[in-house]
Nanobody
Framework: QVQLVESGGGSVQAGGSLRLSCTAS????????RGWFRQAPGKEREGVAA????????YYDDSVRGRFTISTDNAKTTVYLQMDNVKPEDTAMYYC?????????????????WGQGTQVTVSS
């Protein structure tokens, strides 16, 4: 079992920054793919960023590339999403997820474990 807990969400003005954190506990050793996803009301869940914790390879959706940065701590138990120059369209519930392996790191159905989510609201 793997437990994921997100934190760091909140309200911010457009152009500002937020940092989300996702801390994993339990049997995390095999779940080296960690992803951040978001879901706005009435929309499907979409992949934002992912990281392969073993080698640090990162993946980004085009909508956030250059503005968001995904990273892990040295213990590979906490994954961060640094969100800079945020836009109103970034408003959504953000979820972190874990997967043992995947060929499509930004695809939600690749992931087995999910956190409860943290809300991000960007005002114009």
């Amino acid at each position: 079992q793997v437990q994921l807990v997100e934190s760091g969400g909140g309200s911010v003005q457009a152009g500002g920054s937020l940092r989300l954190s996702c801390t994993a506990s339990g049997y995390t050793y095999n779940y080296m793919y960690r992803g951040w996803f978001r879901q706005a009301p009435g929309k499907e869940r979409e992949g934002v960023a992912a990281i392969y914790a073993r080698d640090g390879a990162t993946y980004y959706d085009d909508s956030v590339r250059g503005r968001f940065t995904i990273s892990t701590d040295n213990a590979k138990t906490t994954v961060y999403l640094q969100m800079d120059n945020v836009k109103p369209e970034d408003t959504a519930m953000y979820y972190c997820a874990g997967a043992p392996s995947t060929s499509i790191p930004l695809q939600a159905r690749s992931y087995d474990y999910w956190g409860q989510g943290t809300q991000v609201t960007v005002s114009s």
